[in-house]
Structures are given as C-alpha cells and as structure tokens.
Nanobody, 125 residues
Framework: QVQLVESGGGLVQAGGSLRLSCAAS????????MGWFRQAPGKEREFVAA????????YYTDSVKARFTISRDNTKNTVYLQMNSLKPEDTAVYYC??????????????????WGQGTQVTVSS
C-alpha cells in the first residue's frame, strides 16, 4: 500500500508559478512510476505528466510542455510538479498517482494504483 499526499496548490495570477509536491509513504518509492493528473470543473480527469520508475524519462501532455516539469527526490519519497507560465486554463484539482510497473509513458488513470487526495490550483486572469 502507498499513501500519497499532495501539497503546494493555491491561487496564482496568470504567468506565475507554483510547485506541487506529492509525498509518498508505505513502500519503496523508487520502485514506482509517478504521474500527475488534473480535473477541472465539469471536465474529465486528464493526464498532465509522468515519469518512469527510475525517473530518467518524463512525459507531458502537449498543453503543458515547456511549462511544467515533473521531478522526484527518492531520498525524500517525494515527486514534484513545477508549473511555470501558468494560464487560467490550468485551473483544476491536481492529483498525483503511483503505479508499480517497469513500463513507461502511461497516461491513463486506470494505469495507476494509488492516488492522492488532490490539491486545488487556481489561476486568475
């Protein structure tokens, strides 16, 4: 079992930055691939970013490429999502997710086994 707790959300103006954190506990963190998803009001949950279990390769949905960066610190059992140049359309609840799988580039929510509770990100125009 893996427990995930997100933090770092908040209200920011367009063009600003936020860094989300997701702290994991319960199992060996570096055996898990991590992902970030988001869900805006009235919309389906969508993939944002993911890494491989070894953290070496990262993947992004097109709308956040060059603005968002996923990274991890295995010594702290934490994965991050650095979000720069934020836009109002980035407003959503952001969720981190974990899966124990040695394949990469998984973008469906059903590919992930564990989820955090979510953190709200609001970008004002």
């Amino acid at each position: 079992q893996v427990q995930l707790v997100e933090s770092g959300g908040g209200l920011v103006q367009a063009g600003g930055s936020l860094r989300l954190s997701c702290a994991a506990s319960g199992r060996t963190f570096n055996n898990y691939a991590m992902g970030w998803f988001r869900q805006a009001p009235g919309k389906e949950r969508e993939f944002v970013a993911a890494d491989c279990w070894n953290g070496g390769i990262t993947y992004y949905t097109d709308s956040v490429k060059a603005r968002f960066t996923i990274s991890r610190d295995n010594t702290k059992n934490t994965v991050y999502l650095q979000m720069n140049s934020l836009k109002p359309e980035d407003t959503a609840v952001y969720y981190c997710a974990a899966r124990r799988d040695y394949t990469c580039d998984k973008r469906q929510g059903t590919d992930y086994d564990y989820w955090g509770q979510g953190t709200q990100v609001t970008v004002s125009s």
